[in-house]
Structures are given as structure tokens and as C-alpha cells.
């Protein structure tokens, strides 16, 4: 099992910037890949971005393309997402996930709230 926490949700003006950490501990070998998730109030869960653990190719929803940036650093264990040009409707909890095997998601974190306004 991983564990997971999340750090660095806040409240921010559109057009601002935030990053958001995740921290890994545990069985971090097993790990085939990380992604962030993201909820909204009303809404399902949705994928955000994810990257492969031991490198490969990120790949991002496409309301966040060429404005989020998903990235990695396996000596700290540590995963981030770079949020910029925030909009109202990026506001959500942000979650982050660990997964074994492709296409699957193991671990949770707990989540961070991210509220952009307008």
C-alpha cells in the first residue's frame, strides 16, 4: 500500500498560479504511475493528469492542456501539479492517486481544495 498526502490548495485569483504536492510513502516501489484527480461540488470525479513513475509520457485532460504541468521527483518521492492561468471552473478538491499496474488507480490521498475566483 502507498500512502498519500496532498499539500498546497488554496484560494486564488483567475489568472493565478498554484502548485500542488503530493507526497508518497510506503510500497513507492510497486509504483507504475501517479495521476491527479480532481471533484467539483456536484460533480463526478475526474481525471486531471498523470505521469508514469519511472518516466514515459504525461498526459493531461483537455480543458488543463498548456496550463497545468505534471511532474515528478522520485528522489524525494514527491509528484506536483503545476496549475497556472487558473480559472473559476479549475476550482474543485484535488486528489491525488498512485497506481500498480496501468490503468488503475490503488492509493488516494486525501485531497486539497482548490478555489479560483472570479
Known amino acids: 500500500q502507498v500512502q498519500l498526502v496532498e499539500s498546497g490548495g488554496g484560494l486564488v485569483q483567475a489568472g493565478g498560479s498554484l502548485r500542488l504536492s503530493c507526497a508518497a510513502s510506503?510500497?513507492?516501489?510497486?509504483?507504475?504511475?501517479m495521476a491527479w484527480f480532481r471533484q467539483a461540488a456536484g460533480k463526478e470525479r475526474e481525471f486531471v493528469s498523470r505521469?508514469?513513475?519511472?518516466?514515459?509520457?504525461?498526459s493531461y485532460t483537455a480543458p488543463v492542456k498548456g496550463r497545468f504541468t505534471i511532474f515528478r521527483d522520485n528522489a524525494k518521492n514527491m509528484v506536483y501539479l503545476q496549475m497556472n492561468s487558473l480559472k473559476p471552473e479549475d476550482t474543485a478538491v484535488y486528489y491525488c492517486a498512485a497506481g500498480s499496474r496501468p490503468g488503475t488507480w490503488d492509493s488516494w490521498g486525501q485531497g486539497t481544495q482548490v478555489t479560483v475566483s472570479s
Open positions: 510506503g510500497r513507492t516501489f510497486d509504483m507504475y504511475s
Open positions: 505521469i508514469p513513475w519511472t518516466g514515459g509520457i504525461t
